[in-house]
């Protein structure tokens, strides 16, 4: 059995990179395959000294600092990769790495992140973004986006099964690609985090300074609320307009990007971790709570699946609106029910999630859907012959 993993792009060791890294733990023999490789020597170590085959993208001019510019290029760059000779794929995807070419007798497992964002639901957010919703730039890309979304609909045919990091994301591949998927959620490195049972005086908020992520709604609340403080760890495009929001309020500080030790440390002294994205799953909020801190997080996406607001283990409540209005009800909400919120009930949450759980589920449904797949191919027909024959005493049976 030859297995063969294909990633979309290796630049930084995060979110996916972590995924990634416990398929390969699950399935060691196999052999990598991504778009790019310019990963950094210090986060190697996760790929266990494997060297990945590349795409041609990874030669073109200034691919180690603008690859994201060549994503037309993308569809034709991995589906270039040469996998005829493995019994099973599986791409790592939340880009193009399921658009992968495979042949009848080889078995595809999409372990989906997500389906193309900036393809999808999204678009209008991601151009609004890039500042590309109007002239000839807008329309160019525009253009691309719908190329991208028909052809990774297109693609779809060529996998098995999909593996969605949520059930949020599994409405999505359904939405988008009319099929079913089975849900395991990613990996939470909950042994990275220590829980502490006594917390400060302040609220946390910690993300990349992007619009979708609403780091601007959490500070405005705040500014309105000069009795509570608020931590905001990170940077981004948006962190100029953040500034502004909070200059002249005591109550608010901006860290700006700050080392994972730094961040740890705030996470667990924090009163409560503040999430207000509407994200596919959301990583930090389960690492919140693997520091022992409860999260008040917007009511919507893969947050309804990591925190538990009712209950006596709950870990967290929910606000209904991505506005200053609701983050400031529910906060003042927190602050009466703030002894009902255990750092144990926290922590026994966030365990669920960690990475043993989830190498176990990936490797025995990968294992087992692959054994009946054989099975089928080697033992029966895949499609029903056509008889006419048959189909004609049929249908006089049909009609008298």
């Given at each position: 059995m030859r297995v063969a993993v294909v990633h979309e792009w290796l630049e930084t060791y995060a979110g996916s990179e972590r995924t990634l890294e416990q398929i390969l733990l699950a399935f060691p023999e196999a052999e990598l395959f991504c778009l790019v490789d310019f990963l950094p020597d210090k986060d190697r170590h996760f790929l266990r000294g494997k060297t990945p085959r590349t795409s041609f993208i990874q030669k073109l001019p200034f691919a180690r600092r603008r690859f994201r510019s060549?994503?037309?290029?993308?569809?034709?760059?991995?589906?270039?990769?040469?996998?005829?000779?493995?019994?099973?794929?599986?791409?790592?995807?939340?880009?193009?790495?399921?658009?992968?070419?495979?042949?009848?007798?080889?078995?595809?497992?999409?372990?989906?992140?997500?389906?193309?964002?900036?393809?999808?639901?999204?678009?209008d957010e991601y151009l609004r973004e890039a500042n590309l919703t109007k002239g000839v730039k807008g329309a160019i890309a525009r253009a691309i986006l719908h190329y991208l979304r028909i052809w990774d609909a297109a693609t779809t045919g060529s996998v098995d099964e999909f593996v969605a990091i949520?059930?949020?994301?599994?409405?999505?591949?359904?939405?988008?690609?009319?099929?079913?998927?089975?849900?395991?959620?990613?990996p939470v490195d909950v042994s990275s985090f220590t829980p502490r049972e006594q917390k400060e005086d302040f609220y946390l908020a910690a993300s990349r300074q992007v619009p979708y992520k609403r780091i601007d709604v959490i500070v405005e609340a705040f500014r309105r609320m000069p009795h509570r403080r608020l931590v905001v760890i990170g940077d981004g495009p948006q962190a100029a307009k953040i500034q502004k929001i909070a200059a002249g309020c005591p109550n608010i500080q901006l860290l700006g990007y700050q080392p994972f030790s730094v961040l740890k440390d705030h996470m667990q002294r924090a009163r409560a971790f503040l999430f207000a994205a509407k994200e596919d799953f959301g990583i930090i909020v389960l690492e919140a709570q693997a520091c022992g801190t409860p999260v008040i997080a917007?009511?919507?996406?893969?947050?309804?699946?990591?925190?538990?607001?009712?209950?006596?283990?709950?870990?967290?409540?929910?606000?209904?609106?991505?506005?200053?209005?609701?983050?400031?009800?529910?906060?003042?909400?927190?602050?009466?029910?703030?002894?009902?919120?255990?750092?144990?009930?926290?922590?026994?949450?966030?365990?669920?999630?960690?990475?043993?759980?989830?190498?176990?589920?990936?490797?025995?449904?990968?294992?087992?859907?692959?054994?009946?797949?054989?099975?089928?191919?080697?033992?029966?027909?895949?499609?029903?012959?056509?008889?006419?024959?048959?189909?004609?005493?049929?249908?006089?049976?049909?009609?008298?």
């Open positions: 060549y994503l037309p290029l993308f569809p034709m760059a991995v589906e270039q990769f040469d996998l005829s000779s493995f019994d099973i794929v599986i791409s790592n995807s939340h880009a193009v790495a399921k658009g992968v070419t495979v042949g009848p007798r080889q078995f595809h497992v999409s372990h989906c992140c997500s389906p193309m964002r900036y393809a999808w639901d999204l678009r949520s059930h949020f994301v599994a409405a999505r591949i359904r939405k988008f690609y009319g099929r079913s998927s089975v849900v395991v959620y990613p917007y009511g919507e996406g893969g947050a309804l699946e990591t925190v538990v607001s009712a209950g006596p283990a709950r870990t967290g409540l929910f606000f209904d609106e991505q506005t200053p209005e609701a983050i400031m009800e529910t906060v003042e909400r927190f602050e009466s029910e703030r002894a009902s919120f255990r750092p144990q009930a926290c922590r026994a949450n966030a365990e669920q999630f960690a990475p043993e759980v989830f190498r176990s589920l990936v490797e025995n449904f990968v294992r087992e859907k692959y054994a009946i797949y054989r099975s089928t191919v080697d033992g029966e027909r895949l499609y029903p012959v056509f008889q006419p024959e048959a189909a004609i005493a049929q249908d006089n049976i049909r009609h008298g």
